[in-house]
């Protein structure tokens, strides 16, 4: 995660509360963080989009919303 945190330009306490959902992170520092994992932003779209609907097949509203939220950290 320090990896990935240094390439995004963020510090890795902050970078864990984006993937925990405790921040909302800007548009901007979402396209830094999938370039410095080496995804698109289209890739990564994709996937929370699939993410959401498994969930939402399997869980209540309100726990797709919570993942909802760290899954496009």
Request: proline content about 3%; some cysteine; charged content about 20%.
């Amino acid at each position: 995660m320090s990896e990935t945190a240094r390439r995004a330009g963020v510090s890795p306490q902050y970078l864990s509360e984006m993937e925990r959902g405790l921040k909302e992170p800007s548009s901007e520092m979402i396209a830094a963080v999938a370039g410095a994992l080496d995804v698109t932003l289209v890739d990564l779209t994709l996937a929370v989009a699939e993410s959401l609907r498994s969930a939402q097949s399997s869980t209540s509203r309100g726990a797709t919303c919570s993942a909802a939220y760290a899954l496009a950290a």
